[in-house]
């Protein structure tokens, strides 16, 4: 459906108290929307310890996933772009991102079972995403958000000192944080940043990884559930992967991608009738036919290496298993 009936649905459901599973597209053109979803397992999620599936007792293959095909030279020149836009100013920070071809044991629907990650969601023979970035959280009517920017091995040594004090991933971080705050003050009161980049830990089929998030909450209007679809959309796309300013910023992604995104970096989430849980659609693989491919990406700054970027894409790339 589209996504402006999405939006209607958001706001319908919300006011009635009634439970709902939504998602929306990056380009806000296209989306889904379930009534009560715990019901109805057409769209298998999970959102948190919320979930419309069971988990399968079989182990299913060996998970394995190859890249088969890399591209910097395609890359550099999307990051050209990209560069030229934030030493003209027109932007602070941007998230590029890049479709990699890849070939796996697992189908999607395996994939999504087997998934350890706090967020879920299966779109039959289109797409999995097992996101660990929540997008916002609505709960007693205080909502928050959780910024993810920041990535490191895990194993290596001191890395957790290194990420924290590597002063790219700072500006980065620094960036998306004000962004999210200045977001946040468009729909609520008392906007304030209650933790500021604290370290997660996430298990990957690669190996370990360390991940800096912050959390930025805000007090929303009696009479939130009535609107909540026009305040879910007036935060879209996420700052996360889009960056700062939003609307030259998505002017430029639009130049030096090409493609629609899809799904890619949109958000799904459900509401239970009184709160609601959301995440942002990364770690995700696409199906195109018989073919697969792994969508991934990073923050661009103007201190940003093209070479070191495109091995961050890479990196992303895994099965959370």
């Not at 109805?40 to 394995?64: C, L, R």
């Not at 004000?178 to 997660?200: G, S």
């Not at 190996?207 to 929303?220: R, V, W």
């Amino acid at each position: 459906m589209q996504a402006k009936t999405v939006r209607e649905e958001i706001n319908r459901c919300g006011a009635i108290g009634l439970p709902f599973l939504f998602g929306v597209d990056f380009e806000l053109e296209n989306g889904f929307f379930v009534e009560n979803p715990l019901e109805n397992n057409q769209i298998p999620f999970v959102a948190g310890k919320v979930s419309n599936i069971k988990q399968p007792t079989e182990n299913g293959p060996i998970p394995e996933l190859k890249i088969l095909e890399t591209n910097l030279e395609a890359y550099q020149q999307k990051f050209d772009l990209i560069h030229n836009g934030l030493l003209y100013g027109n932007s602070f920070l941007v998230n590029l991102t890049e479709r990699t071809p890849i070939e796996t044991t697992l189908t999607l629907e395996q994939i999504f079972y087997h998934s350890r990650s706090r967020y879920k969601l299966l779109l039959p023979n289109h797409f999995v995403c097992f996101s660990p970035e929540s997008f916002v959280q609505i709960n007693k009517g205080q909502i928050s958000s959780f910024p993810m920017k920041g990535t490191i091995d895990a194993n290596l040594a001191d890395a957790e000192t290194i990420l924290l004090n590597d002063y790219k991933e700072k500006c980065e971080h620094n960036t998306i944080v004000d962004l999210i705050r200045n977001d946040l003050n468009m729909i609520a009161e008392n906007v304030q940043v209650k933790r500021f980049r604290y370290v997660e830990e996430i298990q990957t089929s690669k190996g370990n990884i360390l991940q800096t998030s912050s959390e930025i909450t805000g007090k929303l209007a009696v009479g939130w559930q009535e609107k909540l679809g026009d305040l879910i959309f007036k935060l879209l796309p996420a700052g996360s992967i889009s960056g700062a300013p939003k609307k030259a910023t998505i002017e430029l992604i639009e130049e030096a991608e090409q493609i629609e995104r899809g799904y890619y970096t949109g958000v799904f989430g459900y509401f239970d009738g009184q709160n609601l849980d959301s995440a942002v659609m990364i770690r995700y693989i696409e199906k195109e036919e018989e073919h697969y491919f792994f969508r991934s990406g990073g923050g661009i700054t103007a201190k940003s290496n093209a070479h070191n970027e495109y091995q961050e894409v890479l990196k992303k790339i895994y099965l959370s298993i």
